[in-house]
């Protein structure tokens, strides 16, 4: 997070047990108001969890969570009204859309013609009008969870809490509902905390990401960060930099490992210390000739796996396994084949190093 954000909600020691073994510990999370914190990690590492007791829904054995500087759970009932959240499964009442949307205001004491008002204004603005007196259990997935956000939204809460809300959707329907999202949440700007295992996903809508594996918060910051700048090699694997390197430091900004040179412009460690690489797949570009520049890695194809919009390839420089994505017009210039050699470039401004590994 940067320098003067103010945090809307603070996290600090909190351990959540089950069964008196510790499932989620966080020292400290500052939550900044609003904006959109991605809580990113594999499944089991505590993403959910930890949504819960920012809801009140699952009891902390320790900790504090402040909401404007005010303990969450000092006033529950206040607390929660200021929230609302939304889910994997949309869980709709059985009821007509609107009394859907509706509820949350109904239980607020809105009154009729107001919960009539925002009702339909959310509906409209999540493309859905036209459903408003059908059924809950007519509709489908998609539409389901535009009624699920939609109703989160009418009560205009100031924090917004979301487990993967997208994930349960087909890809075009997702595509088109993240779209609208993102549009809704920039205008309205509620502190927003959005749980998801997907990178692309992570990327568009963050302001701001919480990593945790393990139960453990590993990283935060601007999510471009996080996934290029991973602070170890579980944070690493996680976020998908495939090319992670022991190597050690022989002369300024210039690392050994694997038998290869490779320059970086991240800061350096002590001269002959140990080190992780760590270089995206995506930031090796495959070419035929050498332009002079730094980090010209002769390599040798040992595999070839299509990844849908991208070609992975598989290579070998020195005892170095590089493995580097291309564009399918990429790839098709290159023209290459299973043995052939190749130069694999990597920018310096693109290995990432991590000091003192474990």
Same mark, same amino acid.
Request: glycine share 10%; aromatic share 4%; proline share 5%.
């Given at each position: 997070m940067t320098d003067r954000v103010e945090a809307h909600i603070e996290v600090r020691d909190l351990l959540v047990q089950r069964g008196g073994v510790s499932v989620l510990e966080v020292g400290t999370l500052d939550i900044p108001r609003g904006l959109v914190t991605v809580m990113i990690g594999p499944n089991g590492s505590g993403k959910s969890t930890l949504l819960g007791a920012l809801q009140l829904v699952l009891h902390p054995t320790r900790g504090t969570l402040m909401l404007d500087g005010q303990p969450m759970d000092a006033d529950p009932v206040r607390t929660r009204r200021r929230m609302s959240a939304a889910f994997q499964e949309p869980l709709l009442l059985s009821m007509s859309v609107r009394a859907n949307v509706e509820l949350p205001l109904r239980l607020r004491g809105v009154d009729r013609r107001r919960r009539r008002e925002l009702a339909d204004h959310w509906l409209e603005r999540f493309g859905i009008a036209p459903l408003a007196r059908r059924h809950a259990r007519q509709l489908s997935g998609g539409e389901a969870q535009r009624v699920s956000l939609a109703r989160a939204f009418a009560s205009q809460p100031e924090v917004l809490l979301l487990d993967e809300p997208f994930s349960g959707v087909d890809a075009p329907t997702r595509e088109g509902l993240i779209e609208d999202f993102a549009e809704i949440v920039s205008e309205t700007r509620p502190t927003t905390v959005l749980?998801?295992?997907?990178?692309?996903?992570? @990327?568009?809508?963050?302001?701001?990401?919480?990593?945790?594996?393990?139960?453990? @918060?590993?990283?935060?910051? *601007?999510?471009?960060?996080? &996934?290029?700048? *991973?602070?170890?090699?579980?944070?690493?694997? &996680?976020?998908?930099?495939?090319?992670?390197?022991?190597?050690?430091?022989?002369?300024?900004?210039?690392?050994?490992?694997?038998?290869?040179?490779?320059?970086?412009?991240?800061?350096?460690?002590?001269?002959?210390?140990?080190?992780?690489?760590?270089? $995206? *797949?995506? $930031?090796?570009?495959?070419?035929?000739?050498?332009?002079?520049?730094?980090?010209?890695?002769?390599?040798?194809?040992?595999?070839?796996?299509?990844?849908?919009?991208?070609?992975?390839?598989?290579?070998?420089?020195?005892?170095?396994?590089?493995?580097?994505?291309?564009?399918?017009?990429?790839?098709?210039? @290159?023209?290459?084949?299973?043995?052939?050699?190749?130069?694999a470039r990597i920018s310096p401004t693109d290995v990432h190093v991590i000091e003192n590994p474990e």
């Open positions: 749980v998801t295992h997907d990178r692309d996903e992570a @990327l568009r809508l963050g302001d701001h990401a919480a990593l945790l594996i393990g139960g453990a @918060l590993r990283q935060t910051g *601007p999510p471009s960060e996080v &996934f290029d700048r *991973p602070a170890d090699r579980a944070v690493a694997e &996680f976020v998908g930099t495939e090319n992670v390197w022991a190597g050690r430091r022989s002369e300024s900004g210039v690392y050994q490992a694997g038998g290869v040179r490779l320059a970086s412009t991240a800061k350096t460690v002590a001269l002959g210390a140990p080190a992780l690489l760590c270089v $995206r *797949p995506e $930031r090796i570009v495959l070419t035929r000739e050498e332009d002079g520049s730094a980090n010209q890695l002769r390599a040798t194809l040992r595999a070839i796996r299509p990844r849908g919009p991208v070609i992975r390839s598989e290579l070998s420089s020195g005892r170095l396994r590089l493995i580097a994505d291309s564009s399918l017009a990429a790839w098709d210039e @290159l023209g290459l084949s299973l043995g052939d050699d190749v130069i």
